[in-house]
């Protein structure tokens, strides 16, 4: 199964900002534990590459890099074990340079000129970043219509309230979020609370999914 398919079997993609690399060893078995072994780690602090390392070492979990920015980031993620980079905006360079390297890449795009641009590129699956300020599900939904082939990954703004009305769109293939992985719990160790947290989101994104 090649990564696209295993993040759209997740639903759900936790996007993690981490502090600290020793917290991801710890952050990464608590999502197996509650049953969603995948993990975008953002590169927001300079913790990502060796947090990625850790999670990719462990063997159990689809780790990726997110907030990927430069052709540089995306060498130093995939050196570090990401299997696939996610990025705010559509770059030609970042997107070239993942292509490069043989790993899947999510730009973000949404409007339809950035989708465009990304089907330029060869991608039919972009990232609708941020979903919550760029018109959230009707958004998608209106940009599916012209763009039939095109699979969205909205993020940012979606939770437990709304995530039904994203999983409810034939186009959309997963949702990245940051719920069931709040800084603050990660921060302080409490692995527990994140399975516990990662299962009810898990259970949730199960309910809502159309079979």
């Not at 070492?57 to 980079?85: C, F, H, M, N, S």
């Not at 339809?112 to 609708?128: C, N, P, S």
């Not at 970043?129 to 939904?141: C, N, R, W």
């Amino acid at each position: 199964m090649d990564v696209l398919s295993q993040l759209s079997a997740a639903t759900l993609v936790p996007v993690v900002v981490l502090q600290d690399a020793a917290d991801a060893d710890g952050l990464a078995g608590a999502l197996v534990a509650g049953g969603l072994p995948v993990a975008e780690v953002t590169f927001r602090t300079a913790a990502a590459p060796d947090a990625i390392r850790a999670m990719a070492d462990r063997g159990d979990i689809l780790v990726g890099a997110g907030t990927v920015l430069t052709p540089e980031q995306v060498d130093v993620a995939v050196k570090a074990g990401a299997q696939y980079v996610v990025s705010p905006g559509t770059s030609r360079a970042v997107v070239e340079r993942c292509q490069e390297h043989g790993v899947a890449v999510l730009p973000g795009a949404v409007t339809a000129t950035e989708i465009q641009a990304a089907l330029e590129l060869g991608l039919r699956t972009v990232k609708f970043f941020p979903a919550g300020t760029s018109g959230g599900a009707p958004a998608i939904k209106a940009l599916a219509a012209p763009f039939g082939d095109v699979r969205f990954v909205p993020t940012g703004g979606v939770g437990p309230a709304n995530l039904g009305d994203y999983l409810a769109l034939p186009s959309v293939v997963a949702v990245g979020g940051s719920w069931m992985v709040p800084a603050a719990t990660v921060a302080a160790h409490e692995f527990d609370a994140i399975t516990d947290l990662t299962r009810t989101a898990v259970d949730l994104a199960r309910s809502l999914r159309p079979a």
